[in-house]
């Protein structure tokens, strides 16, 4: 059990750091494109990794495993979808939308995955993951009616509409890389190197002056926190857990804490459609979360991810 509570306590500094990035996007995005966000996030999740990397004596392996045709190819199109073209459209819905909207709408990727593992990978849905289905898609229309979030008095729909976009976009990005047994730190500095390049010739296309400090250092937050050291910190916690299941769950606590800092540092009210919406989508999932032979694969990606 040593190693169950040092993985729950991993767990938990895990959630206390997702919890805070919706609040860390918004503040980045008041002095920021989404372009400029994303690069600065980015640059900081690569050197991030690269790191780690050092700390273990992996990194020169991991530089070396690009003289392989088929590692860059994978890098450059996990790059691609992953940060360039994920991140680059959830922070633009992010700069549309209450970060009480954005947040949960972006949680129920899991449901998304679902559907299109039925779709393209034959995965039947048992009942029981049919009604979370619908339970979830519910919280998901009772977020997208809740205009009351916005000071304006409607949502943004081209920001609703890139948040949901987003969700199909790393659901697929997840789906595709089943089976890949690489070590995800070295992965994933490769992605992040691939998808800086990306953003850089973007950000050469389509250049912006320099942000204030508060935001950039929120971007650099961002970089550190949503993509970066908690992703290390959350395969370590799953690796030593000797009950996955228990620390999996945890996740479902972030939502709700960050609602509390969305309240006290971005000052948006928290309405009762909005619980409604984020605990529809929670209770979905979880419905739909069963663990059985067939659906092995889609809950060793979530697993991943969470």
Not at 194 to 204: E, P, Q, R, Y
Not at 221 to 233: C, D, K, P, V
């Amino acid at each position: 059990m040593k190693n169950q509570k040092r993985a729950v306590l991993l767990a938990s500094f895990v959630v206390l750091f997702w919890a805070t990035v919706a609040t860390a996007f918004k503040i980045a995005l008041a002095g920021m494109p989404a372009l400029t966000l994303l690069l600065i996030a980015s640059v900081t999740a690569l050197l991030v990794c690269m790191a780690e990397l050092a700390y273990r004596g992996k990194l020169k392996g991991a530089v070396a495993e690009l003289k392989s045709f088929s590692v860059t190819k994978r890098s450059l199109w996990q790059g691609f979808m992953n940060p360039f073209v994920y991140y680059l459209i959830l922070f633009e819905g992010y700069s549309l939308l209450p970060a009480q909207i954005a947040q949960p709408l972006n949680f129920s990727w899991q449901v998304v995955l679902i559907i299109l593992m039925a779709i393209f990978m034959k995965q039947k849905i048992r009942l029981m993951q049919a009604i979370g289905v619908l339970v979830s898609f519910g919280g998901i229309i009772m977020l997208s009616m809740n205009n009351s979030a916005d000071l304006s008095g409607s949502l943004s729909v081209p920001g609703l509409l890139l948040i949901m976009s987003s969700t199909v976009i790393w659901a697929v990005y997840w789906m595709l890389k089943i089976d890949k047994s690489s070590d995800p730190v070295v992965e994933l500095f490769h992605n992040f190197l691939a998808g800086s390049v990306f953003l850089i010739a973007a950000f050469i296309l389509f250049p912006s002056p320099m942000p204030e400090t508060k935001p950039f250092l929120a971007a650099v937050y961002a970089g550190f926190f949503e993509m970066g050291i908690t992703f290390i910190l959350w395969n370590r916690a799953l690796n030593m857990a000797e009950n996955r299941v228990t620390v999996t769950q945890m996740i479902y606590l972030a939502p709700l804490l960050s609602f509390l800092l969305i309240h006290l540092i971005l000052g948006e009210t928290i309405g009762v459609l909005t619980f409604g919406g984020l605990f529809l989508i929670i209770g979905g999932i979880l419905l739909s979360n069963t663990r059985n032979k067939r659906g092995k694969e889609r809950d060793r990606i979530l697993a991943d991810k969470k």
